[in-house]
């Protein structure tokens, strides 16, 4: 039996990767672990269906989605740009690694209990974040479009009160997210 390849080049966490050739119907989630040694991406259910292994699809407009990796196969993302979470983290000028602010904001809220959603949950949160920079809302319409943004996620320790605080003490402290009314 032959293993039929072809080539696959893509942007991940601001790097080109490729080209490689990896296997035809190869899982985003096997590429990401086993070709470029990113192992924060988790493969949890393998179904799509906890969102621990979504990955930051960025778009040429500006704008991003998470993407499932564990359901997608790695050739959807020829010549895309994707963030994983090992993406999220910055260098200051003495060398030192800098979490991000969603990163930051669940390290202060004891989010996560076992981690392995994490990587999920600190992507959907992001995205979120940039939406909102975008797009801010209303202080009303906050509660239900953190829910909405982070519904998708299973965290199996249920650690979701915390997550969900982080995410909405993140937004109440960052200047330009939220609106005082629906009208501005």
């Known amino acids: 039996m032959k293993i039929t390849t ?3 080049t893509l942007t991940i966490n601001g790097k080109k990767q490729g080209p490689l050739d990896i296997a035809e119907g190869m899982m985003m989630i096997d590429f990401l672990n086993e070709y470029v040694n990113l192992t924060g991406s988790r ?3 393998g179904q799509g269906v906890c969102h621990a292994c979504v990955v930051i699809e960025d778009q ?3 704008s991003s989605h998470e993407t499932r990796t564990c359901i997608t196969g790695a050739h959807y ?3 895309k740009a994707i963030r994983t979470v090992e993406g999220h983290a910055t260098i200051n000028d003495k060398g030192e690694e800098v979490p ?3 990163q930051q904001a669940f390290m202060d809220h004891y989010s996560f209990q076992c981690g392995y959603c994490t990587p999920g949950f600190v992507n959907a949160a992001t995205v979120f974040i940039e939406g909102l920079k975008r797009n801010p809302i209303a202080r009303d319409e906050l509660e239900e479009a953190i829910l909405k943004a982070m519904n998708n996620h299973i965290c199996r320790c ?4 915390r997550y969900y605080e982080a995410v909405r003490d993140l937004v109440l402290k960052t200047p ?3 609106r005082e009314t629906k009208n501005g």
């Open 176 to 178: 330009g997210l939220i």
């Open 100 to 102: 991000s602010p969603v």
């Open 60 to 62: 040429p407009d500006g």
């Open 43 to 45: 493969l949890g259910c």
């Open 158 to 161: 249920t650690g979701y009160v």
């Open 6 to 8: 072809r080539p696959i």
């Open 77 to 79: 993302f020829d010549g």
